[in-house]
């Protein structure tokens, strides 16, 4: 004969002339109960093995009553503390006797109830006696409650305790019964027969194959239980990186605040990265952002309308009381491609009117005359030439972006700036004095890292001023920023270092577990 394993354990552990519990089988077995109890009855369906089921009750103590084992009934304790009082011979104060008890609160009443029911003594008039014939360690309640605490779990109903003593212990509440069933099972004759025939554990398969199914094996074969608990290789699904799903969520916010999305190319001329900004040929602020020169021929698709502005503002300023730089300007140095040190030279395309234009060909490029309110962003690579370190990277993503508008005010750069952060649970950002050839008032933004607590640059910002505005041919006020998306990310997932956040130093378990907002 053959037997699933279990089955076959339990008829093992199982005796003909005892009756064995499903517990001592579980515990000789090491199978859990349950399945000691599953495998029984279809032992039981066999006709190998008697199942019997009894319903067994159990007492045991309440935490009162396990108080009490330690403590003394409160009777009891009154009842020593009165003799000790002399109320054996006399009757003394009650106050006197209960002071000398310790008994407090609930307990008193516990004391004087159960005092008189047991004919301690009597309570009258604020004067307690004590009989002298009563010996408190003969209370029968107090053994009961030690007994069954000395059965531990819980003593059965055999136990060996008066069953008056009992009810009342239940209706002074220091006692629980606790009613269960308790199976035991036997070996019937047809499962002796069959243990001294011999029975083999039968072959456990853990899956179904297509073979099975078209043969019919399937029929015959054990399945193997599942385990649960069993340790199994983890699996983790793909993901999107981090700094992608930062920038996707940056995206939809500023689209959620009413922008709309600018591109353009990483490299570019240097006019509209540099010149449009105002930023002097000849100034070391051009180098400002330690751009990567290409060596590659310079552009020629510039709108000449806007370079003469340009050229223009920057030699003589623009406005009657403007000043301009006086220092040399070249076209030559204007075409001069770059990767782009910021995404500010998209907003410049943008603001110009000329982000669509197609140059060459015949006719002139078409200009766009923006009119304001306008709101524009980019999240966008930048490409600078700093030295790398935990919060530099060659290459990062800026978060640009400007509002055009009549009568903008340094509040409504902050506000700005605030409603952007707060979709990311950042509340604390804080605003520097700045300066940038190209906005005034110019201000840095910092944010507390979550796990450092230090303050970290996470922007730049301002107002365009007119040298900026007016060759592009924008009246009103513009407001604008680049906010960094790294550290963004720093911020949100707690990343020390930028280089956890992408490169070849990334930790993988890191970048599975990053959430994007805190
Ligand atoms: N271009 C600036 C950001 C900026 C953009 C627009 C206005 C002011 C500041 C930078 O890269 O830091």
């Known amino acids: 004969m053959q037997l699933p394993q279990r089955q076959l354990a339990v008829l093992e552990a199982a005796s003909a002339t005892d009756e064995r519990s499903i517990d001592a089988i579980s515990e000789e077995t090491g199978l859990k109960p349950e399945t000691v109890t599953g495998a029984a009855f279809e032992l039981e369906d066999d006709g190998l093995l008697d199942v019997v089921e009894r319903t067994d009750e159990r007492i045991s103590l309440t935490d009162e009553g396990a108080d009490y084992v330690d403590a003394g009934l409160p009777e009891v304790r009154l009842y020593r503390a009165a003799v000790g009082a002399g109320a ?23 004391a004087l109830a159960n005092y008189a029911r047991k004919g301690y003594g009597t309570v009258e008039n604020g004067q307690i006696s004590a009989d002298p014939d009563t010996d408190p360690d003969a209370d029968r309640e107090a053994a009961a409650l030690a007994t069954l605490a000395e059965s531990g779990d819980g003593a059965g109903l055999d136990v060996d305790v008066d069953p008056e003593v009992l009810d009342r212990l239940e209706e002074r509440n220091l006692i629980d019964r606790i009613e269960h069933t308790v199976r035991t099972v036997t070996l019937t004759d047809e499962g002796v ?82 010149d449009c900004l105002f930023m002097p040929q000849d100034h070391p602020a051009r180098t400002h952002w330690d751009q990567f020169a290409l060596d590659v021929p310079p552009i020629q698709e510039l709108p000449e309308e806007l370079v003469a502005d340009v050229k223009s503002a920057h030699l003589e300023g623009v406005d009657d009381d403007g000043d301009g730089y006086h220092s040399p300007w070249t076209e030559e140095v204007a075409r001069e491609v770059d990767l782009r040190g910021h995404t500010t ?108 607590d230090e303050l970290i640059e996470i922007g730049n910002s301002g107002m365009f001023r007119r040298e900026v505005l007016e060759p592009l041919g924008v009246e009103c006020d513009v407001m604008a920023w680049g906010l960094a998306l790294e550290r963004l990310a720093m911020l949100t997932t707690g990343a020390e270092d930028i280089r956890d956040l992408h490169g070849t130093l990334t930790d993988v378990e890191f970048l599975r577990n990053a959430e994007v907002s805190y």
């Open 345 to 452: 030279s998209l907003s410049m395309r943008y603001l110009s009117g000329y982000a669509d234009a197609t140059f060459g060909g015949d006719g002139e490029p078409q200009r766009v005359d923006f009119e304001p309110p306008q709101r524009y962003f980019s999240v966008e690579k930048v490409y600078r030439n700093d030295t790398l370190d935990a919060t530099h990277l060659l290459e990062f993503f800026q978060i640009e972006g400007w509002v055009m508008a009549e009568d903008l005010s340094v509040r409504d750069l902050m506000g700005t700036f605030e409603e952007f952060y707060r979709q990311f649970g950042i509340t604390d950002i804080q605003f520097k004095p700045h300066y940038n050839p190209y906005t005034e008032p110019s201000f840095e933004l910092f944010g507390r890292h979550p796990v450092t």
């Open 88 to 110: 054996a011979d006399d009757p003394v104060s009650m106050g006197q006797a209960i002071g000398e008890s310790g008994l407090e609160g609930g307990e008193v009443d516990i």
């Open 193 to 274: 027969t069959a243990m001294m025939e011999g029975i083999e554990a039968a072959e456990t398969v853990d899956r179904l194959t297509p073979e099975m199914l078209s043969s019919g094996e399937w029929r015959d074969v054990e399945f193997a239980e599942y385990n649960v608990e069993a340790d199994a290789p983890e699996i983790h699904g793909g993901r999107k990186h981090v700094l992608r799903r930062t920038a996707e969520r940056v995206k939809e916010t500023l689209v959620g605040m009413g922008f709309q999305e600018m591109e353009g190319p990483h490299a570019d001329a240097e006019f509209w990265i540099n």
